[in-house]
């Protein structure tokens, strides 16, 4: 059905929705909400981070008149006072609302809360009077319209194509549930916030069971892996004896499943879990000597440039003498080195290309790629992955997280993205005190950090921000290295690293904190891989509620990495709710169990799709027992009804979408 049979829509709507990606009735009512505005309860200051949407039930204190600034420009304000606190509500160009607030009466308000030079305020701010909201309750969706349409027209425009619309699940043949046309009218018109938990979740299991099902046609289409390893895996035992060190039970066993992966006949997607010291690398480097010598080029894919040649520096130190060829590509190499290496991987003398997200550029061509390993899984994109993956026919694929992201723990639940997992070398988890702190506490912290330093240690500080934000009452890196300078850590020696800086600038800051000359690094999580100072023992992590579980887990692994030297992680909030999924950092030093935790909370992502981080709230999150639900219905579909499943439209958009994806 064309958008200009809706009603309500004219032809000079049709282009805007059209900017929003809406060309048909269909893409109308699948423009779900971004997140729904809950008016059910009022607010807590307590626990409100600024930025936040509050609803709030007080006084209005004081009412100014409408003052005239310019042209086209008239405001006034009011002092509200709710919760024993005062907040200044300003409003633009709204004269007319003037004589709507009266103070001495109660307004229950809602709006952005933010906070001006200490100072709490709001900007138009929605109000009415009473002590309870009429108007101002129930659920409210708000879509990413990005203000090419009023978000009450476009839920009009949604209603209206709601009753012409028809509706075909492929999933109801086969299981119990609302009607797909209930799950859209769940999730655009709530009344309550479980109406648009069930809708979304009805959405999800549609989408979601579509994506396995078109994946298993996928997977059944692909050619059988044409690469014959054939060696045994005794080919690498000379490179195993020839460790300054010995393998430990679990490096072992995952070397073994690494190699019954290569000599399946199946492509191998894995992933290989281990935290901090549990020796990753070490498994992955003697993997990649296998597919060496069975003939095949390996590709290692690291996300920064201090870890990439970090990697190269490992590799070329426990391969020595074994007759591999090692390249290192990266950002800041010379055009001359590029060239160079570029020449001898489409040659194949070079057996080993260890670099950074330049291993996946257009010039780089490889001579018989059969191994890709990608490490710190969760700083690529799935476009990086599936870029490296697609340059030779069924490329074998390892992973590599301490913290895999939601996406990969969906897949391992799938049971397509196979798991190895390493047990810790050595106790170095075991150094590392966890500690959840408030602002009350950071004096102390400050003190602290300096008794470490002189002890001869250094400290990181984590920051959200790089820039200060409007409103955001957030630490930035700028704002807090240019206090520390001038404050607490005058005279001490500080660098500052953050995303924006020059590659070259921030390595030279690393490295002079690496040898020591700097005590003290502020930045962003910029930090958060790469880096492997041992004299590090403190890491304070600024407004920690900012950040998820897994990046906060792979924080703490910059310090306790010198065997002996006890470590402190402080995670700082302002959130008194926060406390508590902090301190659940305090009770659990192993990656994977965190990671499961974090995705319970956050979601799983899009699955099979673009989106690999969770996100999306309670309304819309992917659960492990949905995806194990959908997998189910996706094996019915599969062998009761694959003629008519493969033929609906949103199976075949699917197909279209996974084709050219990672699915690894």
Same mark, same amino acid.
């Given at each position: 059905? !064309?958008?200009?049979?809706?009603?309500?829509?004219?032809?000079?709507?049709?282009?805007?929705?059209?900017?929003?990606?809406?060309?048909?009735?269909k893409d109308l009512i699948d423009f779900l909400p971004s997140k729904y505005w809950d008016m059910t309860n009022f607010s807590d200051l307590e626990n409100t981070r600024m930025g936040d949407y509050v609803l709030l039930s007080g006084i209005m204190f004081s009412v100014t008149k409408v003052q005239y600034i310019r042209r086209n420009m008239n405001v006034?304000?009011?002092?509200?006072?709710?919760?024993?606190?005062?907040?200044?509500?300003?409003?633009?160009?709204a004269p007319y609302l003037r004589e709507k607030v009266n103070a001495g009466e109660e307004y229950v308000v809602w709006g952005k809360l933010l906070e001006n030079k200490g100072a709490l305020t709001m900007s138009n701010p929605s109000f009415e009077a009473g002590k309870t909201g009429e108007r101002l309750s129930g659920i409210t969706p708000i879509y990413p319209t990005k203000n090419i349409i009023a978000q009450p027209t476009l839920n009009k425009f949604i209603r209206n194509a709601l009753d012409k619309e028809e509706f075909s699940s492929i999933i109801e043949s086969v299981c119990d549930d609302i009607p797909l046309r209930t799950g859209y009218?769940?999730?655009?018109?709530?009344?309550?916030?479980?109406?648009?938990?069930?809708?979304?979740?009805?959405?999800?299991?549609?989408?979601? +069971?579509?994506?396995?099902?078109?994946?298993?046609?996928?997977?059944?289409?692909?050619?059988?892996?044409?690469?014959?390893?054939?060696?045994?895996?005794?080919?690498?035992?000379?490179?195993?004896?020839?460790?300054?060190?010995?393998?430990?039970?679990?490096?072992?066993?995952?070397? *073994?499943?690494?190699?019954?992966?290569?000599?399946?006949? *199946?492509?191998?997607?894995?992933? @290989?879990?281990?935290?901090?010291?549990?020796?990753?690398?070490?498994?992955?480097?003697?993997?990649?000597?296998?597919?060496?010598?069975?003939?095949?080029?390996?590709?290692?894919?690291?996300?920064?440039?201090?870890?990439?040649?970090?990697?190269?520096?490992?590799?070329?130190?426990?391969?020595?003498?074994?007759?591999?060829?090692?390249?290192?590509?990266?950002?800041?190499?010379?055009?001359?080195?590029?060239?160079?290496? !570029?020449?001898?991987?489409?040659?194949?003398?070079?057996? @080993?290309?260890?670099?950074?997200?330049?291993?996946?550029?257009?010039?780089? %061509?490889?001579?018989?790629?059969?191994?890709?390993?990608?490490?710190?899984?969760?700083?690529?994109?799935?476009?990086?992955?599936?870029?490296?993956? !697609?340059?030779?026919?069924?490329?074998?694929?390892?992973?590599?997280?301490?913290?895999?992201?939601?996406?990969?723990?969906?897949?391992?639940?799938?049971?397509?993205?196979?798991?190895?997992?390493?047990?810790?070398?050595?106790?170095?988890?075991? !150094?590392?005190?966890?500690?959840?702190?408030?602002?009350?506490?950071?004096?102390?912290?400050?003190?602290?950090?300096?008794?470490?330093?002189?002890?001869?240690?250094?400290?990181?500080?984590?920051?959200?921000?790089?820039?200060?934000? *409007?409103?955001?009452?957030?630490?930035?890196?700028?704002?807090?290295?240019?206090?520390?300078?001038?404050?607490?850590?005058?005279?001490?020696?500080?660098? @500052?690293?953050?995303?924006?800086?020059?590659?070259?600038?921030?390595?030279?800051?690393?490295?002079?904190?690496?040898?020591?000359?700097?005590?003290?690094?502020?930045?962003?999580?910029?930090?958060?891989?790469?880096?492997?100072? #041992?004299?590090?023992?403190?890491?304070?992590?600024?407004?920690?509620?900012?950040?998820?579980?897994?990046?906060?887990?792979?924080?703490?692994?910059?310090?306790?990495?010198? %065997?002996?030297?006890?470590?402190?992680?402080? @995670?700082?909030?302002?959130?008194?709710? %926060?406390?508590?999924?902090?301190?659940?950092?305090?009770?659990? #030093?192993?990656?994977?169990?965190?990671?499961?935790?974090?995705?319970?909370?956050?979601?799983?992502?899009?699955?099979?799709?673009?989106?690999?981080?969770?996100?999306?709230?309670?309304? +819309?999150?992917?659960?492990?027992?949905?995806?194990?639900?959908?997998?189910?219905?996706?094996?019915?579909?599969?062998?009761?009804?694959?003629?008519?499943?493969?033929?609906?439209?949103?199976?075949?958009?699917?197909?279209?979408?996974?084709?050219?994806?990672?699915?690894?």
């Amino acid at each position: 059905m !064309n958008l200009i049979d809706i009603k309500g829509i004219g032809e000079k709507t049709v282009p805007k929705l059209n900017k929003l990606g809406i060309y048909s009735t269909k893409d109308l009512i699948d423009f779900l909400p971004s997140k729904y505005w809950d008016m059910t309860n009022f607010s807590d200051l307590e626990n409100t981070r600024m930025g936040d949407y509050v609803l709030l039930s007080g006084i209005m204190f004081s009412v100014t008149k409408v003052q005239y600034i310019r042209r086209n420009m008239n405001v006034f304000k009011a002092t509200y006072l709710t919760q024993g606190k005062k907040i200044v509500l300003t409003f633009f160009n709204a004269p007319y609302l003037r004589e709507k607030v009266n103070a001495g009466e109660e307004y229950v308000v809602w709006g952005k809360l933010l906070e001006n030079k200490g100072a709490l305020t709001m900007s138009n701010p929605s109000f009415e009077a009473g002590k309870t909201g009429e108007r101002l309750s129930g659920i409210t969706p708000i879509y990413p319209t990005k203000n090419i349409i009023a978000q009450p027209t476009l839920n009009k425009f949604i209603r209206n194509a709601l009753d012409k619309e028809e509706f075909s699940s492929i999933i109801e043949s086969v299981c119990d549930d609302i009607p797909l046309r209930t799950g859209y009218i769940l999730s655009h018109f709530p009344k309550v916030r479980q109406d648009a938990v069930e809708g979304r979740r009805r959405l999800n299991k549609e989408k979601i +069971s579509a994506q396995l099902f078109a994946y298993k046609i996928l997977k059944q289409g692909r050619t059988h892996k044409s690469k014959h390893y054939g060696k045994p895996l005794s080919v690498i035992e000379d490179a195993i004896n020839a460790l300054p060190y010995k393998l430990t039970e679990s490096q072992m066993k995952a070397i *073994e499943e690494i190699y019954s992966d290569f000599n399946s006949g *199946e492509k191998m997607n894995r992933l @290989l879990s281990g935290d901090v010291g549990s020796g990753k690398t070490v498994v992955a480097l003697m993997s990649a000597v296998y597919a060496i010598r069975c003939g095949y080029q390996v590709a290692f894919m690291a996300p920064t440039e201090i870890l990439a040649r970090q990697h190269y520096t490992t590799a070329c130190n426990l391969l020595a003498g074994r007759g591999i060829n090692i390249g290192v590509l990266t950002g800041v190499s010379s055009a001359q080195e590029k060239k160079g290496v !570029n020449a001898a991987l489409k040659s194949g003398t070079l057996d @080993l290309l260890i670099g950074t997200h330049s291993v996946i550029g257009d010039k780089v %061509e490889f001579s018989n790629l059969g191994f890709i390993i990608i490490d710190e899984l969760q700083r690529f994109g799935v476009r990086h992955k599936s870029t490296l993956e !697609n340059k030779s026919e069924n490329v074998d694929v390892l992973v590599m997280s301490a913290t895999p992201i939601p996406r990969a723990m969906a897949l391992t639940l799938y049971g397509d993205l196979k798991l190895s997992s390493l047990l810790p070398r050595g106790s170095m988890a075991d !150094n590392i005190v966890t500690k959840v702190i408030g602002d009350d506490n950071l004096k102390e912290v400050y003190d602290f950090i300096h008794k470490r330093i002189d002890k001869g240690e250094q400290a990181y500080i984590v920051c959200p921000l790089v820039e200060d934000s *409007e409103g955001l009452e957030r630490v930035s890196v700028k704002s807090l290295y240019a206090d520390l300078v001038s404050g607490p850590f005058r005279g001490v020696n500080i660098g @500052l690293v953050y995303s924006g800086m020059k590659e070259s600038i921030k390595a030279e800051i690393m490295h002079r904190f690496y040898i020591g000359e700097l005590k003290v690094l502020v930045a962003t999580t910029v930090i958060e891989v790469g880096i492997d100072c #041992k004299s590090a023992s403190v890491m304070l992590v600024l407004n920690a509620d900012c950040f998820g579980l897994s990046t906060l887990h792979q924080l703490r692994g910059r310090v306790g990495r010198r %065997e002996g030297l006890k470590s402190y992680c402080i @995670l700082h909030t302002s959130l008194k709710k %926060e406390s508590e999924r902090l301190t659940s950092l305090c009770n659990s #030093k192993d990656g994977f169990e965190i990671a499961q935790k974090d995705a319970d909370m956050r979601g799983y992502g899009d699955f099979f799709g673009m989106r690999q981080s969770g996100g999306g709230g309670d309304w +819309s999150k992917i659960s492990a027992n949905l995806i194990i639900e959908c997998r189910d219905i996706a094996d019915k579909l599969y062998k009761d009804h694959p003629d008519e499943t493969l033929h609906s439209q949103m199976v075949q958009k699917y197909l279209a979408t996974l084709k050219d994806v990672s699915l690894s």
